[in-house]
T-cell receptor, first 116, second 115 residues
Framework: NAGVMQNPRHLVRRRGQEARLRCSPMKGHSHVYWYRQLPEEGLKFMVYLQKENIIDESGMPKERFSAEFPKEGPSILRIQQVVRGDSAAYFC??????????????FGPGTRLTVL | AQTVTQSQPEMSVQEAETVTLSCTYD???????LFWYKQPPSRQMILVIR??????QNATENRFSVNFQKAAKSFSLKISDSQLGDAAMYFC????????????FGKGTRLHILP
């Protein structure tokens, strides 16, 4: 059973460009979470999605950031008009059902975004 | 709001020795879960150990064990017989049992293993 897949692993963008990060959850998982890790920091929650629904986006910046998890295909985290402060590692995690505590969120390897 | 604090940015331990990483948290919830994650240079997040707050018995996974003090809101990780492969960032994390789906992470402790 393949784990959570994220691509690309490394992404370089110039200021003002768009960044699109993809996450394919584990097989059978319908819940996806995105976290951001700034340099020398812990991971911070951004958004929680089910298929075609955003459940909790309380950690998402209000502007330039959006996320989706369509019925078919991977979840996408989109950052428009990137700025240097967006440089970070972005992690995706998935779980089989709404993760009430003990059910583990399985993490992908992350995408490292560098904004020049 | 829940918070997780790791007061040791870096620690070093001699190979084969024992080391304890500290973590405190703050919450008003009565039921929750606590985790320790390991992040090696590959940056992959690896779950090391987890603890249910309603269980008094401390969790153990091979060389890894925790000291869970609910009243003090303390959750330390003990690594016995440290190995070179244990070198990594270690994150303490919290998750509510009912309402919250997100995991709240501390800032991490970088552990160095000295040969």
């Amino acid at each position: 059973n393949a784990g959570v897949m994220q691509n690309p692993r490394h992404l370089v963008r110039r200021r003002g460009q768009e960044a699109r990060l993809r996450c394919s959850p584990m097989k059978g998982h319908s819940h996806v979470y995105w976290y951001r890790q700034l340099p020398e920091e812990g991971l911070k929650f951004m958004v929680y999605l089910q298929k075609e629904n955003i459940i909790d986006e309380s950690g998402m910046p209000k502007e330039r950031f959006s996320a989706e998890f369509p019925k078919e295909g991977p979840s996408i985290l989109r950052i428009q008009q990137v700025v240097r402060g967006d440089s970070a590692a972005y992690f995706c995690a998935s779980s089989p059902i709404r993760s009430s505590g003990m059910y583990t969120q399985y993490f992908g390897p992350g995408t490292r975004l560098t904004v020049l | 709001a829940q918070t997780v604090t790791q007061s040791q940015p870096e620690m070093s331990v001699q190979e084969a020795e024992t080391v304890t990483l500290s973590c405190t948290y703050d919450t008003s919830e009565s039921d929750y879960y606590l985790f320790w994650y390991k992040q090696p240079p590959s940056r992959q997040m690896i779950l090391v150990i987890r603890q249910e707050a309603y269980k008094q018995q401390n969790a153990t996974e091979n060389r890894f064990s925790v000291n869970f003090q609910k009243a003090a809101k303390s959750f330390s990780l003990k690594i016995s017989d440290s190995q070179l492969g244990d070198a990594a960032m270690y994150f303490c994390a919290y998750r509510g049992a009912y309402r919250d789906d997100k995991i709240i992470f501390g800032k991490g402790t970088r552990l160095h293993i000295l040969p």
